[in-house]
């Protein structure tokens, strides 16, 4: 099978967890299925040197200079795809018209049924994807939760099937590593962990004024891992750490080794997002070893399941009281399931989305 893979962000550009996903996908993809032609459509910006040689074999470049990504694969990928005689094509976020069999992987619509999480500029630019959904044969979405609120989008959008994500190989095969920065010394304290991007909807206000409240920060750090995205909340230094006596750490960006030390060493992970399409964070976590509490939201009473903590993401004194509870020595840990875990793996993603196209 030829196949044209958007692959937009795979040196430059986008979210982290885009970066991720686009690898994972044509790395897999090439592995499983040795025999498959793949053409990885890839931004790559002026004066960017791309090793080619470390590509599987069956993979092949197909640079695009065009921005942004909407653009570029609308108006260009297929023209790319039809040039190259691929039997099918996979695109992030936003389907092509063309002629051959398609797919496109939509990662959430958060910004339909939640638009003020968001900015002007990113409502205008994501609006495009349901009214370009219905070109493909099928939408694959990352959760249930997820492909029921794509159909509610738009009733012209046809083939919504769940296919799910996968725990990074990279993550999970690296060696823990502390980090640096100067989080951790000799004398260190235990530590509650939060990783994500630096946003509203990611409710870190709530998380931090309600860790502040706890009776455990005064023996137990807060480390917070992730970078400024899109809409931020008000104040996310809403307890100053030289007033209070409590330890709010914002490390910013951390490399996959040192993520995998915090989530097999910290005291608790804990997640109150108030939206995700799938969140990935506590999908890891408890993959790596660690108690979870997270959000009551469906997507993650899917994604979890019975092996996380629950609790309401807009209430600060539950969160607090959870907090305690769970950090007291006499509680009982949740130990992960062997078989929810089981299914975040990106051979099963891949899988799942070529058995489609051998449907159409």
């Known amino acids: 099978m030829r196949i044209m893979l958007d692959t937009y962000w795979?040196?430059?550009?986008?979210?982290?967890s885009l970066r991720r996903t686009v690898r994972q996908l044509l790395s897999n993809w090439a592995e499983l299925?040795?025999?498959d032609v793949i053409y990885a459509w890839t931004w790559v910006p002026r004066g960017c040197q791309v090793d080619v040689s470390d590509f599987p074999h069956n993979v092949t470049l197909v640079?695009?200079?065009?921005?942004?990504?909407?653009?570029?694969?609308?108006?260009?990928?297929?023209?790319a795809a039809?040039?190259?005689?691929?039997?099918?094509?996979?695109?992030?976020?936003?389907?092509?018209r063309c002629d051959r069999r398609s797919l496109v992987f939509i990662h959430d619509m958060l910004f339909v049924s939640s638009p003020e999480w968001f900015t002007r500029k990113e409502r205008a630019y994501f609006a495009l994807m349901p009214l370009l959904?219905?070109?493909?044969?099928?939408?694959?979405?990352?959760t249930r939760t997820e492909a029921e609120r794509i159909r509610a989008s738009s009733p012209k959008i046809r083939g919504v099937v769940p296919v799910g994500l996968g725990v990074g190989e990279d993550l999970l095969e690296s060696s823990p590593t502390p980090p640096e920065m100067n989080l951790l010394d000799d004398s260190r304290r235990p530590f509650v962990l939060s990783v994500g991007r630096l946003n509203v909807r990611k409710n870190l206000e709530s998380l931090v004024k309600a860790f502040a409240s706890t009776s455990s920060s005064?023996?137990?750090?807060?480390?917070?891992?992730?970078?400024?995205?899109?809409?931020?909340?008000?104040?996310?230094?809403?307890?100053?750490p030289r007033t209070s006596r409590c330890q709010i750490r914002f490390v910013g960006y951390v490399s996959d080794a040192e993520l995998r030390w915090l989530y097999e060493n910290c005291s608790l992970f804990v997640y109150v997002s108030l939206g995700e399409g799938f969140g990935m964070p506590p999908v890891e976590a408890l993959k790596l070893g660690a108690r979870c509490l997270v959000s009551d939201i469906s997507v993650f009473r899917e994604t979890c399941g019975n092996s996380a903590f629950y609790v309401d993401p807009t209430s600060v004194s539950e969160i607090s009281d959870a907090i305690d509870k769970l950090l007291d020595g006499n509680s009982i840990p949740l130990a992960a399931s062997e078989f929810e875990?089981?299914?975040?793996?990106?051979?099963?993603?891949?899988?799942?989305?070529?058995g489609l196209i051998s449907q159409t």
């Not at 795979?10 to 982290?16: D, N, Q, W």
């Not at 039809?82 to 092509?96: L, Y």
């Open 133 to 142: 959904a219905h070109r493909a044969d099928y939408v694959v979405a990352t």
């Open 63 to 79: 640079p695009t200079r065009v921005r942004p990504h909407a653009l570029s694969s609308t108006l260009f990928l297929a023209r």
């Open 218 to 240: 005064a023996e137990f750090d807060l480390v917070i891992v992730g970078e400024p995205d899109g809409v931020s909340a008000d104040s996310l230094n809403a307890i100053d």
């Open 82 to 96: 039809n040039k190259r005689r691929v039997d099918a094509i996979v695109t992030q976020n936003f389907a092509v």
């Open 33 to 35: 299925y040795p025999e």
């Open 341 to 354: 875990l089981s299914r975040y793996r990106w051979r099963d993603v891949v899988a799942g989305i070529r």
């Open 10 to 16: 795979l040196f430059r550009g986008g979210t982290e």
